[in-house]
C-alpha cells in the first residue's frame, strides 16, 4: 500500500505566474484535502475533494482551483500567485469523509 | 467557525519526563486529531478520536466532549519525540459541504537527553 504522494518538492515561482502541485492518494482513498501553511502557522483548509467534485472550501479566494480524477490522484492551481503565497502545501487523503487523513510530505512554494 | 488553542506553545523537558500537550475548541465536532510534524514538513496522523481514550506505545490521547477538550500524554520521553504536535478538529458535516480540519498553532516540544 503506497502512502500519499506529492509533486513537486519545492518550487520557486516568480509573482503573478501560474502553479499547479499535484497530490497521488493512498490506494482506496476518494477524499482528498488540500492545506496551506505559512511559515510558523498552522495549517489552513484550502478545499476538500469528494468523487471529483469540490466538497467545500476554506476561506480563500477562486485563483485557488483544484481538480480531483477518475483514480483519485488531485490537483492545487494557484493563478496571479501572490508573494503571500508562499508556504507549505499539504494535501491528505481519506477514505471518505470524516475519517483519518493521511498527509503527503507537501509541496513548498516559494513565490518571490 | 471553530477556535482551536492548544497550551502549551512551546515545551522543554528532560528524557524521561511526563509530557502533556492540552487542547480546547469552541464548537461540537465529529473528532479529534493528533498529528506530529517535523521539520521539513511531514505530518503524521498520531490519533483520531472522538469519545474516550486512544493508547499507541507511549502515546495516549484523551477527549472530553462535554468540555470540548483533549490531552495527548507522552510517556516515558525520548530526544526522538522532538516535533510539533499539533491538533485539529473535524467539523460535523452537516449537509453542506465539509469544512476541513481546523488546526491548533502547534507545540513545539523539545526533549533534551
Known amino acids: 500500500e503506497t502512502g500519499v504522494t506529492q509533486s513537486p518538492t519545492h518550487l520557486i515561482k516568480t509573482r503573478g505566474q501560474q502553479v499547479t502541485l499535484r497530490c497521488s492518494s493512498q490506494?482506496?482513498?476518494?477524499?482528498v484535502s488540500w492545506y496551506q501553511q505559512a511559515l510558523g502557522q498552522g495549517p489552513q483548509f484550502i478545499f476538500q475533494y469528494y468523487r471529483e467534485e469540490e466538497n467545500g472550501r476554506g476561506n480563500f479566494p477562486p485563483r485557488f482551483s483544484g481538480l480531483q480524477f477518475p483514480n483519485y490522484s488531485s490537483e492545487l492551481n494557484v493563478n496571479a500567485l501572490e508573494l503571500d503565497d508562499s508556504a507549505l502545501y499539504l494535501c491528505?487523503?481519506?477514505?471518505?469523509?470524516?475519517?483519518?487523513?493521511?498527509f503527503g510530505p507537501g509541496t513548498r512554494l516559494t513565490v518571490t | 467557525k471553530n477556535e482551536v488553542e492548544q497550551s502549551p506553545q512551546n515545551l522543554t523537558a528532560q528524557e524521561g519526563e511526563f509530557i502533556t500537550i492540552n487542547c480546547s475548541y469552541s464548537?461540537?465536532?465529529?473528532?479529534l486529531h493528533w498529528l506530529q510534524q517535523h521539520p521539513g514538513g511531514g505530518i503524521v496522523s498520531l490519533f483520531m478520536l472522538s469519545s474516550g481514550k486512544k493508547k499507541h506505545g507511549r502515546l495516549i490521547a484523551t477527549i472530553n466532549i462535554q468540555e470540548k477538550h483533549s490531552s495527548l500524554h507522552i510517556t516515558a520521553s525520548h530526544p526522538r519525540d522532538s516535533a510539533v504536535y499539533i491538533c485539529a478538529a473535524d467539523g460535523r458535516y452537516s449537509g453542506g459541504g465539509a469544512d476541513g480540519l481546523t488546526f491548533g498553532k502547534g507545540t513545539h516540544l523539545i526533549i533534551q537527553p
Open positions: 491528505a487523503s481519506s477514505s471518505g469523509r470524516g475519517y483519518e487523513q493521511y
Open positions: 464548537v461540537g465536532i465529529s473528532a
Open positions: 490506494s482506496g482513498h476518494n477524499t
